[in-house]
């Protein structure tokens, strides 16, 4: 799971209705990270578009953005990995 932080560029990839669907594709950018949606339920990430809207998302409903744009990838993804990530092999 992708971790976010205050002022992060994430593109929104999923939702949980019909509303939020319209917003899927959109870039946003994270305001707070212990928003409640509109039903009062935690565990959502809150986000602002287009420097107007604030929205509330689930983090697996989020892909973070970098700088130039690229995807994040994991490190069992890059052919080096920091020592203490390397599979031990028997």
């Known amino acids: 799971m992708a971790r976010f932080y205050v002022g992060q560029r994430v593109r929104i990839v999923g939702c ?3 509303i939020g669907e319209k917003q899927i594709g959109r870039e946003a950018t994270v305001n707070e990270l212990a928003c409640m949606n509109m ?16 929205w509330c998302f689930l983090p697996e409903h989020l ?28």
């Open 39 to 54: 039903a009062r339920e935690s565990g959502y990430i809150g986000v602002t578009i287009d420097s107007i809207d604030d």
């Open 63 to 90: 892909e973070p953005i970098l700088d130039d744009g690229r995807q994040l990838s994991t490190w069992s993804e890059c052919a080096w990995q920091p020592p203490h990530l390397r599979e031990v092999k028997a």
């Open 16 to 18: 949980e209705d019909k």
